[in-house]
């Protein structure tokens, strides 16, 4: 359809698909990282929904629009057929075959319909079933014949574009098959008819969309039943979806490798393993078993066609789980955690209650997105839970920068060269993250706005996998400025660098002098001191060690 007489399918097409961008403003630059929380979740949310490859209709109704009456039956991105042509077959020949097969699709129209017809006819009704892809929908409707009809008036049939009672449909030259039109009729008094079992095969690759619609105005509160299986060449995975597939397998290997390392390191220096190590390890442990979860899943579906409920569920939960372990590893990091603390003090209960919080409402979101009836899941529930999980984020953000500012400041002054650098290294590359991640929420922002009808299917996959990477980036960086050594003493917690001083260190008013609560302190420093003064008079020092009391 071209100009302003697009007409009824224009608006079919924009009812069903039109895509929203929020209208976020900021008041300052206090609100800049909860709205980058904000347009994280808002665009990674709405790449993951998906419905599966086989679409089940359950006494489903027919919208009104315009003079017709539709129900969208489903859309995939479908790769053409490796095969010449196709012929019904076994499944287990079905290898290189692309098609969307319709099976038990029955029509039920009212009594009331029925009544009014002849028993003696033949067909007192007609449903139509059309595949369209996206780059023909201009070809369905009557905006080449200027008009903003869908179905064909007795006028449009006077000139001989189209047949009364049926939808307007425009062959394109370029692919004779398409849009695909197959009619069911009613006959008689019938309440109920059933449409012929039937294979379309899929001849060019594209994004296909099902509509099952009538214009007969009699048929109104005809309700649908049955299911249609969509299926690609190598299996019954969607095709946007295709590539994560294999993008999930290449990251369990990653973590995997991570793991092996990480593993030789500790095993190596097992004798200076500190407390924060575990917690990395369980991050790489969880995120190994997450994406070997997500494969197995994806793995399955492509197989069978619906989503494994119980893989599923493992999937989603530790998915739900490693997003709040990786968090609270950030912030606790952040803290000084083993660094600069050796415990997190008072501060332990809220920082596991931000993190039961931040699973609870990350379990639900996820287990909505990817077990729940896609097609009800509406704008509003969205957002119902995608605003916890901003909220809790957006005090992650918060927490972790305000704590690394902490941090450095506390490593400044006690003059702490080692585990500033360290820290510095960890604050940058956690600044360069967060800018990647603002392009990045830039460029889906423009991808979503760009491409409302997912005519760029075959390159949606890189939406999610990027936030997949990102973590693991971190992970690693992690991994690498913590990592196991000989010498941990660079970055591990110790008490006679007075690390404690905020809670067992008093300043004499004024005075500036720091006197340790702990005498303990004091006597282990005596004790070395005496050592050293022993070894150096055991080998003829004498000289040295009254230079050593002078210092003293």
């Keep these: 359809m071209t100009g302003d007489g697009g007409g009824g399918v224009r608006l079919l097409f924009r009812f069903r698909f039109r895509s929203s961008i929020p209208d976020l403003h900021s008041t300052g630059c206090n609100n800049l990282l909860i709205i980058f929380m904000i347009l994280y979740l808002t665009c990674s949310t709405s790449m993951t929904h998906v419905r599966a490859s086989i679409h089940d209709y359950q006494n489903e109704t027919f919208i009104h629009r315009s003079n017709s009456f539709f129900f969208h039956g489903g859309s995939e991105g479908l790769y053409a057929s490796r095969v010449p042509s196709f012929n019904n077959t076994e499944d287990n020949s079905l290898n290189g ?36 892809k996206v780059k023909d929908r201009n070809n369905i409707g009557g905006a080449y014949l200027n008009s903003d009809a869908i179905c064909c008036t007795p006028e449009h049939a006077d000139s001989g574009s189209c047949k009364v009672g049926e939808v307007i449909i425009r062959q394109n030259p370029d692919d004779p098959g398409g849009p695909k039109r197959i009619q069911t009729f009613f006959e008689g008094k019938n309440e109920e008819t059933k449409m012929v079992l039937q294979t379309v095969d899929i001849s060019s690759t594209g994004m296909y969309y099902l509509y099952f619609m009538f214009c007969d105005p009699e048929l109104k509160d005809t309700t649908m039943s049955g299911r249609t299986l969509w299926r690609n060449p190598d299996g019954y995975l969607p095709g946007k979806m295709m590539p994560l597939m294999t993008f999930y397998g290449l990251m369990s290997l990653a973590y995997l490798f991570l793991g092996l390392f990480w593993f030789l390191r500790f095993v190596q220096y097992w004798k200076d393993i500190i407390q924060l190590h575990y917690h990395i390890t369980s991050v790489i442990g969880l995120g190994m078993c997450e994406m070997a979860l997500w494969y197995f899943e994806y793995s399955n579906f492509n197989s069978t066609g619906s989503r494994p409920m119980a893989i599923t569920l493992w999937a989603v939960t530790f998915t739900a789980v490693k997003k709040t372990v990786s968090r609270l590893l950030i912030l606790v990091v952040s803290m000084g955690y083993g660094v600069v603390r050796p415990t997190l003090g008072g501060i332990t209960s809220r920082v596991y209650f931000l993190g039961v919080a931040y699973f609870v409402a990350s379990e639900a979101l996820e287990l909505v997105e990817h077990l729940g009836n896609i097609n009800d899941f509406s704008g509003k529930a969205r957002l119902f839970l995608v605003l916890p999980v901003t909220l809790l984020d957006s005090c992650f953000i918060l927490w ?77 960086v992690i991994c690498i400025l913590w990592a196991p050594s000989q010498n941990p003493t660079r970055y591990a917690y110790s008490e006679e660098t007075g690390d404690e001083f ?36 055991a080998f003829g020092g004498h000289g040295e060690d009254k230079e050593e009391d002078k210092r003293e």
Excluded: C
Aim: no cysteine.
């Design 97 to 132: 075959k692309s098609f969307i097969r319709f099976e038990s699709i029955t029509f039920r129209r009212t009594k009331k319909s029925a009544e009014n017809k002849n028993m003696m006819q033949q067909k007192t009704g007609l449903v139509e079933a059309i595949i369209v």
């Design 400 to 476: 972790i920068f305000s704590s690394l500012s902490k941090t450095l400041e506390k490593l400044q002054i006690r003059k702490s060269m080692a585990k500033l650098e360290l820290y510095r290294k960890f604050t940058n590359s956690l600044a360069v993250t967060v800018l990647l991640s603002v392009l990045w929420i830039g460029y889906e922002l423009y991808f979503n706005a760009s491409d409302p009808l997912s005519e760029l299917w075959r390159r949606a996959w890189i939406i999610p996998a990027f936030w997949t990477l990102l973590a693991y980036v971190i992970l690693l």
């Design 502 to 537: 905020d809670e067992e260190v008093v300043k004499l008013g004024g005075s500036g002098i720091k006197v340790s609560g702990d005498m303990s302190i004091m006597l282990e420093r005596k004790d070395r001191k005496a050592s050293v003064a022993a070894d150096h008079h």
